[in-house]
């Protein structure tokens, strides 16, 4: 048949690495796709915290896949590049990786900003989610092949009021998906994206929280129930997997169907609880782990 044989789908035996695994949505990704057989290696700056993240979930799994800890911040390129080299290490190859580690330092209005947390937040997103690409594609080309997939976010598809640093740098996020695509491609390097909604983890625990700001989350989002991290884990698995061969240069929302209604507004949601200013520290402060 065209395309060669039926796959199960599945990353069995695959090494794959997972920035920001040791928490929220990169954790359970990390979490999945080790049951689901594969080798993954987790990537976050805090030794402790990630390597306790790798032991938990490698202790609970039983089907031959296995965590590891690789220390690294994503924004120095240096450390990306002994990441990359600390996964490849585990199994001598790498087969796909998914650049997840990601959040804002800043939210309020754009006359607010605060010019060195909006530095800070293009560093994470754009350029750590850069030099994640840009190293795991060499190993992958020089494999013969393989799946890169982003967590980019909702807020990149339109605009959300005072969400402007973060909304610009997913926006970039998904243009690097498809550029990578295009340029990949004939390597036999496949790369996608997802843009979950509001997903429960540490990050969004101040909305879902509130029952003010909860009450608004469900009047935007059509399915009636919140995101949760295993909705991401099941497609960036999908994504990595060899049922989805085909599959190239898209991003996918996974959000409920909040976008059909444009998401919740987080500016009014927002604005009763921080002020008119909105914060302009850091409020967002990327879980450490
Ligand atoms: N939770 C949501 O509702 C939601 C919605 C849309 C998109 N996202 C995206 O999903 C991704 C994961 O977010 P989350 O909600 O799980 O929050 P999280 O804070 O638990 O995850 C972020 C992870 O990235 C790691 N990280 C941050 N800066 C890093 C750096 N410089 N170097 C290495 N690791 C670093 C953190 O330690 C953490 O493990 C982010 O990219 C976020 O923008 C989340």
Excluded at 60 to 86: C, K, L, M, P, W
Excluded at 91 to 112: K, N
Aim: aromatic residues 4%; hydrophobic residues 40%; contains cysteine.
């Amino acid at each position: 048949m065209p395309g060669g044989s039926v796959s199960d789908g599945s990353v069995r035996g695959k090494s794959i690495l997972v920035t920001g695994g040791g928490s929220g949505i990169g954790r359970g990704i990390a979490e999945m796709l080790a049951a689901d057989g594969a080798v993954v290696t987790v990537v976050g700056r805090n030794r402790d915290r990630l390597e306790a993240a790798a032991d938990e979930i490698t202790s609970g799994i039983t089907g031959g896949g296995r965590v590891h800890a690789a220390v690294a911040d994503i924004t120095d390129e240096d450390q990306v590049v002994a990441a990359v080299a600390t996964a490849v290490g585990h199994t001598g190859r790498l087969d796909g990786v998914v650049a997840c580690a990601g959040g804002s330092e800043t939210i309020g209005p754009i006359t607010q900003i605060d010019s060195n947390a909006w530095r800070n937040t293009v560093d994470l997103n754009v350029n750590g989610t850069m030099y994640t690409f840009k190293h795991a594609a060499r190993e992958l080309v020089s494999g013969g092949g393989g799946s890169m997939v982003a967590i980019s976010s909702i807020a990149a598809s339109n605009t959300h009021r005072w969400f402007g640093a973060y909304g610009v740098t997913k926006s970039a996020v998904d243009h690097l998906v498809a550029l990578a695509a295009d340029e990949l491609g004939a390597s036999n390097v496949r790369v996608n994206g997802i843009r979950p909604g509001l997903t429960r983890t540490e990050l969004v625990a101040l909305v879902l929280d509130s029952p003010e700001l909860s009450a608004d989350y469900r009047e935007a989002t059509p399915l009636p129930r919140v995101g949760e991290v295993t909705d991401i884990a099941e497609l960036a698995a999908f994504l990595l997997g060899d049922a989805s061969t085909w599959i190239t240069g898209q991003v996918i929302n996974v959000d409920g169907g909040q976008m059909l209604r444009r998401g919740p507004d987080y500016g009014s949601m927002l604005e009763p609880v921080f002020g008119a200013d909105g914060l302009r520290g850091v409020v967002a402060p990327a879980t450490e782990g």
